[in-house]
Structures are given as C-alpha cells and as structure tokens.
C-alpha cells in the first residue's frame, strides 16, 4: 500500500464515498446488496486504500477529491485585527493623537460583533 492509500481520511470524505455509493445504488450499478455491504465498510474505513477498493470496478475509480480548503474563519478575523492594530499603532506615533489606539480598538471590536451575528 502507497503512502498515498495509507493516509488517514476525513469524515467528510467518508460521507462522500457513502454518497457515491447512493449514486451508484440509484443508477443500477450496485445491488441493494452490494450497496449494504460497501456502506458498511465505507463506514468503518480510516484510510483512502480502504475507500479506493470500494470503488475499483466502478466508474470513477474513487470518489472526488475534497474541494480546496477555506480559510479559517478566525484566522482571516486575527489577520485583519492586527492589521487595525498596527495602522492605529503607527497613526498615533506619527500624529501624536493617542487617539488613534481607541479608534482601532472601536474599529475591531465593531466588526467582531457585526462578524458574530
């Protein structure tokens, strides 16, 4: 087995493989039968080698690769707060209005709140 088949799968890509395998059982490819008996083993699988066999003698050999992932959330929130926070930083020691550390702290907390909701 590859490195590539050993690796370890997501329940999302479980869930995909499960759906697949309705496709397959709507369109006539799997017995209801074969359909329980891969579901099982779809459920209980841990690896792509393990979901890879299920798929061997049916089209579309595996099920398809997970979408890009998307950024965190929380990640894009601590980007985009400590960038407020330098430009607050670096507006209050060149124009000497300490002022501006207020500002950015309003300006975070603003669209912490409007993000929550």
Known sequence: MTE???SRITVTERERALEQLSHHLGTGRLSLTEFDERSAIAAAATTKGQLAEL???LPGVTPPAPSA???NALQRLRTIAAVISIVAVVLA???GNWLWLLAGTGTIVAFVVQRMR
């Open 55 to 57: 798929f061997a003698d």
């Open 4 to 6: 590539a088949q050993a």
């Open 93 to 95: 020691v060149a124009t």
């Open 69 to 71: 992932p998307t950024v």
